[in-house]
């Protein structure tokens, strides 16, 4: 096998063994590059005749990249399936073509590493963008230019001849189509819940049967929020689900309880001793310990073999019965140790920060506030990512920090006490929430007739997964410099590629806290 597309790969230059770092084997990441081959094949069949595809066509296409990215699909029968389900496409709208044109991935992982570089960055990054269309989509709301970028990036990934200058301006475009992207999430998400409103969420389980859900899809929340009515089982949010609790149609249901545990990575951990089944919606499922894994679901393009599936039915009756069954914690239980804090706060979406704009521009030019930084990303365990806490911390008290993602959960129980009546440190929400906190960038710089550049705003990304990646294009897309990351660089990247975005957009690593605060406040 070889898979180097996320930040924990082996000796930060690839998985190749019997076994990827995140429990991946080498025969699902075979057929992970097989599903993606015969994706680029698809993508070839129906050059110049995308509007013949339909419906069943992007479906296939979203979920299948989906399904590739870290921490999401390692059940060969279900890659199997939807590699079933591509090959229909490719019959239906070209019924000779077979499986001739299905691309062979090791001529990718062979090619020139400048081409490998920039095509992997087009390949991850749109895997997740596809992770993106498909929480949109379940919501009702798709658009078709985003899924014929998806086949033309497929395409640039599976042609040969092509060199830097066909390359980049794709590279690019996969950050364009992911703003597009995420902002049509935004407005599913916000037209069908409503604005995210600043919410407490408890981090005390109480006592009786309970369901953890995980992952980012606010859709599978909404429905086992309706299904556990009445039940007499509540819900605790865990992951990157955690800004659920600040949408008003989500917040309503009064047994939405709090959030249970911390970053993905922790879960083997978490979850060890848990009297209650978890229900995993996106990425990051790590393999279960087979102490706690009849309690865990999935859903989606999630899956595991040995695993319980919920399917397109989204009938949760076994996860409920699990619940029931389990029974929960006899008293009301807080987690302690990795995140110590009885309660958080999230919900600082665009809509709340943009309705205080005016105090947040008059403290800035009072002096009060006199820098932003938006601290976010993924989480994960390799060690130097004690950063990021350190680096919240070490915060000067007349700055204001915005984050998002999983990452946060280093520092979001640290009291920053506040700024002007705002809280010195505000969780704008998931990973796609990048759109919220770019909006609040531009709506600052408009406020300042200025550039995003010229804000006294610094970015300090962390990444983890290939929705890291397309969150980074998008920033590069918008021509945002100076981003720092870390807690290392991607395998993929190339010399070369680093020096261009080093030289263009003057991207940095990470180094340590105390410097890199130095530097940004001169
Ligand atoms: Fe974290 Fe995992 Fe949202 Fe990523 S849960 S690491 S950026 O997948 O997706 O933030
Ligand atoms: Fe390795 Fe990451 Fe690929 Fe898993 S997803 S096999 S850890 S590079």
Known sequence: MFCFQCEQTAKCVGCTNEMGVCGKKADTAELQDKLTGALIGLAKTMEGNEDQAGDSTAA????????????????????????????????????????????????????????????????????????????????????????????????????????????????????????????????????????????????????????????????????????????????????????????????KHSHLKGNFGTAWQNQQKEFADLPAPVLFTTNCLMTPKESYADRVFTTDAVGYPGLQHIGSDKDFSPVIEKAL?????????????????????????????????ETVIDAVKAGAIKHFFLVGGCDGSRPGRNYYTEFVEQTPKDTVVLTLACGKYR?????LGTIGGLPRLMDVGQCNDAYSA????????????????????????????????????????????????????????????????????????????????KAILG
Not at 93 to 106: K, Q, T, V, W
Not at 345 to 354: D, H, I, K, L
Not at 448 to 461: A, K, R, Y
């Open 325 to 357: 069954e389990l029974g929960g914690f006899d008293d009301d239980t807080t987690l302690s140790g990795i995140n110590s804090g009885d309660a958080v706060t999230t919900g600082f979406a665009r809509n709340t920060v943009m309705s205080v704009a």
């Open 60 to 251: 296939v296409v979203v979920e299948a990249l989906f399904a590739t990215l870290t921490n999401v699909n390692f059940d060969n029968d279900a890659l199997l399936a939807m590699m079933g389900r591509v090959d229909a496409e490719k019959q239906k709208l070209a019924p000779e073509s077979g499986e001739d044109n299905d691309y062979d991935m090791d001529k990718l992982w062979n090619a020139d590493e400048d081409i490998r570089s920039l095509k992997s960055l087009i390949l991850f990054g749109i895997r997740g963008v596809a992770a993106y269309a498909y929480h949109a989509a379940v919501l009702g709301y798709t658009d078709e230019a985003i899924h014929n970028f998806l086949y033309k990036a497929l395409r640039a990934v599976g042609t040969d001849d092509w060199g830097m200058d066909e390359l980049l301006p794709i590279v690019l475009e996969v950050g364009e189509v992911n703003l597009a992207c995420m902002a049509l999430l935004d407005k599913a998400n916000t037209e069908t819940f409503g604005h995210p409103e600043p919410t407490e969420v408890s981090q005390t389980v109480e006592k009786g049967p309970f369901v953890v859900i995980s992952g980012h899809d606010l859709h599978d929340l909404k429905l086992l929020l309706e299904q556990t009515e009445g039940k007499g089982v509540n819900v605790y949010t865990h992951g990157e689900m955690l800004p659920a609790h600040a949408y008003p149609e989500l917040k």
């Open 411 to 415: 520092f979001n129980d640290l009291d």
């Open 438 to 517: 770019i909006q609040i960038a531009l709506a600052l710089a408009d406020a300042f007739d200025c550039g995003v550049n010229d804000l006294p705003l610094s970015m300090v990304l962390s990444w983890y997964e290939q929705k890291a990646v397309c969150i980074l294009l998008t920033l590069l897309h918008l021509g945002i410099t100076g981003i720092r990351l870390g807690p290392t660089l991607p395998a993929f990247i190339s010399p070369n590629v680093l020096n261009f975005l080093v030289e263009k957009y003057h991207i940095a690593p990470i180094t340590t806290p105390e410097e890199d605060l």
